[in-house]
């Protein structure tokens, strides 16, 4: 039983009960079908089913597939659930390819269980928001809601209430005592007028005489004071009353909730690698490490053998970068210049650098030289996706230059980004180039997912290799 003052996940039941039926779905399509293609049990039939319902239900999890269901959109929940089942699927084949070597993937009813059960549980979710939709639609249980603070964050609270049709918010208005002041605060500025329909006691007179079912407070979180007084109120209603945090005012990076003993506390830079996530992504740099690196052995090996021909010096460029925390790293490359610069002055090449040998412009270009950094991520100081390493002069350069540039090394530095198939790689001669290519480094740290990886990987094959910038 929760203790008094602890804060509980939102729908726990509704969520719990969501589980058990998508686990049903699974368990119920692979028993129709046994049944329909008349196929013969076998003992590993239990074991696929079991894994294929924990494997979904954690890949799920992981990605919060059962967060609250008024909270996401569709298209997101339907993005999890597919790439759940896809994801736990794909483990478990290779669970029986590597270890069982049972084949029991082979049989034609499991080939349509793996096919037909996402589509079913995609169907079932998105049944549930259209029902949901339809009756609320028609003025039934829906919830009528109010913002307090005429402030930037509840515009976007009302944004997400509209685009959240189907969940039942109807917003009736917004309520704050403070409308003269509005465009001399930045604490509430707004980027379009706000008509409110009253002050806090109207506030609390709607709420009174019914009118208003839910409130939600986006006030600063320097108005406590004002903040308490107005939940004591409150309580003289029957409206249910929502606290939403201004944290935006703070440059979030990978914010969550976590609880210790009861005590809530929202993190406001963190990493997205903690726990199993690190575990998940490090898997994925091995998996994936190893299977590029069988991939490119050859390739390299030629152009290991071109870069002795055509010039003298080492084949490999070691330099000194910063990894994840800022702990320093050696990053490997193919050396594709006549110098090899890692001290306290390192010139960026460009356009026409008299420095890049004819090979090594082409090795540039075309990101070859890059290749040997798949060995940094086989060892853990990289990964394959993540920002860029930039050498040590570079960042103690841009730390003073670029407020929450150090905050890109909260994860381990990658051989490709979403910075890069944004189009910012190479040269970043102006302070703005380099302002977009963090922008989009953090970006990919507060948003990170598997899914977000395996894009990346995927449009770096046809956006990032080769860029007009790259010199």
């Given at each position: ?415 490709t980004g979403l910075a890069q198939i944004n189009g910012f790689r190479g040269e970043t001669d102006t302070l703005d180039k380099m302002e977009g290519r963090i922008h989009y480094d953090l970006l990919y740290i507060q948003t990170w997912t598997l899914l977000l990886d395996l894009k990346i990987i995927f449009l770096t094959v046809f956006k990032g290799f080769s860029n007009k910038n790259a010199y």
């Amino acid at each position: 039983m929760p203790r008094p003052g602890m804060i509980r996940s939102y729908d726990s039941k509704i969520n719990a009960i969501s589980r058990l039926i998508d686990s049903g779905i699974i368990l119920l399509t692979f028993l129709a079908l046994i049944d329909i293609f008349q196929a013969t049990w076998q003992p590993i039939y239990i074991w696929a089913l079991l894994f294929s319902i924990l494997l979904f239900n954690f890949f799920a999890e992981s990605q919060d597939a059962y967060r609250s269901w008024r909270g996401a959109s569709l298209r997101d929940e339907i993005e999890t659930v597919f790439f759940s089942w896809v994801t736990g699927i794909f483990v478990l084949i290779a669970i029986d390819f590597f270890f069982l070597h049972e084949q029991a993937y082979s049989d034609l009813f499991v080939a349509v269980w793996i096919v037909l059960t996402p589509i079913e549980l995609i169907s079932w979710h998105a049944l549930v928001r259209v029902s949901l939709a339809i009756i609320r639609a028609g003025g039934h249980n829906t919830r009528q809601v109010a913002i307090v603070g005429a402030t930037s964050l509840g515009q976007r609270l009302e944004l997400a209430f509209e685009q959240m049709n189907w969940s039942g918010y109807r917003l009736t208005g917004y309520y704050d005592d403070r409308s003269v002041d509005l465009n001399r605060n930045d604490r509430t500025k707004a980027s379009k007028k706000i008509e409110l329909s009253g002050n806090i006691d109207q506030l609390i007179l709607d709420c009174q005489q019914g009118k208003i079912d839910a409130v939600y407070i986006t006030l600063a979180l320097s108005a406590e004071n004002r903040i308490k007084e107005m939940v004591s109120r409150l309580s003289d209603s029957t409206a249910s009353v929502y606290l939403v945090p201004d944290l935006f005012t703070f440059n979030l990076l990978n914010s969550r909730w976590v609880d210790y003993q009861g005590i809530t506390a929202v993190s406001i830079f963190d990493t997205p690698f903690s726990g199993l996530d690190g575990v998940l992504k490090r898997l994925e740099d091995i998996i994936l490490s190893s299977l590029i690196l069988c991939i490119i052995a050859i390739p390299m090996l030629f152009i290991a053998v071109a870069i002795k021909m055509t010039s003298k010096g080492p084949i490999l460029f070691k330099q000194t970068r910063y990894g994840v925390d800022g702990d320093e790293i050696t990053v490997w490359k193919f050396r594709s210049m006549t110098v090899t610069e890692n001290g306290n002055t390192v010139t960026q090449a460009t356009k026409g650098d008299s420095r890049i040998t004819p090979l090594g412009a082409f090795l540039r270009k075309t990101s070859l030289d890059e290749l040997p950094q798949f060995f940094n991520a086989l060892g853990g100081g990289m990964s394959i996706v993540g920002p860029r390493p930039h050498a040590v002069v570079h960042n103690e350069e841009y730390r003073k230059k670029i407020q929450g540039y150090m905050l890109r090394h909260k994860m381990k530095p990658g051989i490709t980004g979403l910075a890069q198939i944004n189009g910012f790689r190479g040269e970043t001669d102006t302070l703005d180039k380099m302002e977009g290519r963090i922008h989009y480094d953090l970006l990919y740290i507060q948003t990170w997912t598997l899914l977000l990886d395996l894009k990346i990987i995927f449009l770096t094959v046809f956006k990032g290799f080769s860029n007009k910038n790259a010199y």
